[in-house]
T-cell receptor, first 112, second 116 residues
Framework: DQQVKQNSPSLSVQEGRISILNCDYT??????FLWYKKYPAEGPTFLIS?????DKNEDGRFTVFLNKSAKHLSLHIVPSQPGDSAVYFC???????????FGQGTILTVHP | DSGVTQTPKHLITATGQRVTLRCSPR?????VYWYQQSLDQGLQFLIQ???????AKGNILERFSAQQFPDLHSELNLSSLELGDSALYFC???????????????FGEGSWLTVV
């Protein structure tokens, strides 16, 4: 049962344009959502998070939007840079602690 | 560098054997998490310890066990290894046991386990 889904396995974007990565979830108990970036042979690196009491959180070039009614979140990267090329995972947590449920990841490629 | 240290980085072992993966959390972090990443399953939560006590359990097999020691380092023990246990095992740490208040978990670089 895939509770967190990233339906796009890959995304290709031109440098300077906007990258939009999408994530859907099914578990209404999820309370906290995170995005991680992962380069090959490295561990996931935290990017940005959002609590279910908010619908938007911004940090520099990264903005995460949460639509609770649609059980959907997205990560916007503006402007995209070649160094952003990596695998992006969304993850969700229940209301208290413990388990992070990850999506399958989206490979982002930013072309110069 | 996340500050989370995992050893060994690579390990090749035979079926039926037992291995121990070690994790040193970031300085001051009380929570340690173990995740398994395999090609077909993605990142799967195994178990969390907080200040030496088991805090949450995920899809961890009975052949696997973990513990967190008084110095807060953790070990993941994998026994009776099968080919399907080949995966990248990540350790992560965080300061608290809750994701509220922006508590973020930081991942190590992982331990590659190959079972032949």
């Amino acid at each position: 049962d895939q509770q967190v889904k990233q339906n796009s396995p890959s995304l290709s974007v031109q440098e300077g344009r906007i990258s939009i990565l999408n994530c859907d979830y099914t578990n209404s108990m999820f309370d906290y959502f995170l995005w991680y970036k992962k380069y090959p042979a490295e561990g996931p690196t935290f990017l940005i998070s959002i609590s279910s009491i908010k619908d938007k959180n911004e940090d520099g070039r990264f903005t995460v939007f949460l639509n609770k009614s649609a059980k959907h979140l997205s990560l916007h990267i503006v402007p995209s840079q070649p160094g952003d090329s990596a695998v992006y995972f969304c993850a969700a947590s229940p209301f208290s602690y413990g388990k992070l449920t990850f999506g399958q990841g989206t490979i982002l490629t930013v072309h110069p | 560098d996340s500050g989370v240290t995992q050893t060994p980085k690579h390990l090749i072992t035979a079926t039926g054997q037992r291995v121990t993966l070690r994790c040193s959390p970031r300085s001051g972090d009380l929570s340690v998490y173990w995740y398994q990443q395999s090609l077909d399953q993605g990142l799967q939560f195994l178990i969390q310890y907080y200040n030496g006590e088991e805090r949450a359990k995920g899809n961890i097999l009975e052949r696997f066990s973990a513990q967190q020691f008084p110095d807060l380092h953790s070990e993941l023990n994998l026994s009776s290894l099968e080919l399907g246990d080949s995966a990248l095992y990540f350790c992560a740490s965080s300061g608290r046991d809750s994701y509220r208040s922006g508590n973020t978990i930081y991942f190590g670089e992982g331990s590659w386990l190959t079972v032949v």
